[in-house]
């Protein structure tokens, strides 16, 4: 059976591109809106104006191999989540790297999804699934060339939905980079799987129309993009890309 969308399913159709001529293609004409997740989300503050903004999921950025993030604690994380507004979905973004750190996890905040970065054995995702089957899985892909088409197919069964994420090869980082990939790469990928496509890396207020439409993914999530020089989240930005976000056809 077909996993489903922490949001919704992909059946709903996505957008059309110039040329497509196929009804039954995923780029068929539709009127769906594109799903907004804000990463990196760190006060309570932060979390109800992302959700009085109209994101559809909030991103608790922990275990990550530089540690803790603008002060996110597992503790406080969890705090966060309890405080949240129904019909709200808490994402755990993290490096973990076995299914029983991700399972404490997960039980620990009690989000309704996981985000997988880093190495992650794909045959532990079954263990995920079997202790907490309501978890919907989100396993991320860098965009690094033709490739990650591959990656993402041997993923696309395996999980609830796919974030196509930029890898900084200058600084060994994947994930909140503030740099776009190939957006040509990533609609192959949509074209090429089921599952549903998440679209991240260098997306801020001023391209993610472009790249809405270029791509055509599920959703879009967006960290540094909405921040200001100093690392702060300009909340101003961040009601932009949601706006512009949801009205990009």
């Known amino acids: 059976m077909q996993a489903c969308h922490p949001l919704a399913t992909k059946s709903l159709s996505t957008h059309s591109h110039p040329g497509d001529d196929d009804s039954?293609?995923?780029?068929?004409?539709?009127?769906?809106?594109?799903?907004?997740?804000?990463?990196?989300?760190?006060?309570?503050?932060?979390?109800?104006?992302?959700?009085?903004?109209?994101?559809?999921?909030?991103?608790?950025?922990?275990?990550?191999?530089?540690?803790?993030?603008?002060g996110l604690t597992e503790a406080k994380a969890r705090d966060l989540i309890a405080q949240l507004p129904p019909f709200v979905v808490s994402v755990a973004i993290t490096y973990v790297s076995t299914a029983r750190d991700a399972i404490e996890?997960?039980?620990?905040?009690?989000?309704?999804?996981?985000?997988?970065?880093?190495?992650?054995?794909?045959?532990?995702?079954?263990?995920?699934r079997a202790a907490l089957p309501h978890l919907k899985l989100i396993r991320a892909v860098h965009v690094?060339?033709?490739?990650?088409?591959?990656?993402?197919?041997?993923?696309?069964?395996?999980?609830?939905?796919?974030?196509?994420?930029?890898?900084?090869?200058?600084?060994?980082?994947?994930?909140?980079?503030?740099?776009?990939?190939?957006?040509?790469?990533?609609?192959?990928?949509?074209?090429?799987?089921?599952?549903?496509?998440?679209?991240?890396?260098?997306?801020?207020?001023?391209?993610v129309v472009e790249a809405i439409r270029t791509v055509s993914p599920w959703a879009v999530d967006v960290h540094t993009g909405i921040e200001d020089p100093d690392g702060t989240r300009n909340l101003a930005k961040l009601r932009s890309f949601i706006a512009r976000a949801k009205d990009a056809r």
């Open 24 to 70: 039954d293609s995923v780029h068929s004409a539709g009127l769906r809106v594109t799903r907004v997740q804000i990463a990196g989300v760190s006060s309570l503050e932060e979390a109800l104006a992302v959700e009085e903004a109209g994101a559809d999921a909030l991103g608790f950025t922990v275990r990550l191999p530089s540690g803790i993030h603008d």
């Open 105 to 128: 996890l997960c039980r620990y905040l009690g989000v309704m999804a996981l985000q997988l970065h880093g190495d992650f054995p794909l045959g532990e995702l079954r263990l995920i």
């Open 144 to 207: 690094t060339g033709p490739e990650a088409v591959t990656r993402a197919r041997a993923l696309e069964r395996h999980v609830d939905a796919i974030i196509l994420d930029t890898y900084d090869p200058t600084t060994g980082r994947g994930g909140a980079t503030g740099r776009t990939h190939d957006w040509m790469v990533s609609r192959q990928i949509v074209g090429a799987v089921r599952t549903p496509v998440i679209l991240a890396g260098g997306l801020t207020p001023d391209n």
